[in-house]
């Protein structure tokens, strides 16, 4: 399993992805290709993105951690963790100061240092001072 910086040609296997995801996921207005992290496994000479995710800075203040998925039969090997975690050092290696997930996966972003706001129900953040 290799995580790597998404290219332009990963762009339709991470669009395909996220569609496997319509009822938790965002299907419109998705970051750029550019802002991604994808999830590769290879299999002799064949490759698949089985994981993406994607780290979108707003400015020097905030990022959101957007389109985190997996593909199934790949969930619960510690992918998703691990994308998250490129996406939080981007930030952190940008200056940003803070990183937010808006998401109904409270306890996973509770793991990984996210806290909630004011009791907020969706957002979580992760601040990187």
Do not use: H
Not at 35 to 60: N, P, Q
Not at 65 to 77: E, N
Not at 88 to 98: D, F, N, P, S, T
Not at 116 to 124: D, P
């Amino acid at each position: 399993m290799t995580i790597r910086v998404a290219r332009e040609s990963d762009w339709r296997a991470i669009r395909k992805l996220i569609q496997s995801f319509p009822t938790q996921l965002a299907q419109d207005n998705l970051p750029s290709w550019k802002d991604f992290y994808v999830a590769e496994e290879s299999a002799g000479r064949r490759r698949a993105i089985v994981g993406c995710c994607a780290l979108e800075i707003y400015s020097k203040k905030i990022a959101e951690v957007r389109s985190l998925a997996i593909k199934k039969s790949f969930q619960g090997r510690g992918i998703a963790k691990a994308l998250v975690g490129k996406c939080v050092a981007k930030a952190r290696a940008k200056g940003v100061l803070e990183v937010i997930a808006i998401t109904g996966a409270f306890q996973f972003f509770d793991n990984l240092g996210f806290k909630s706001f004011n009791k907020a129900k969706f957002a979580l953040f992760k601040v990187l001072r």
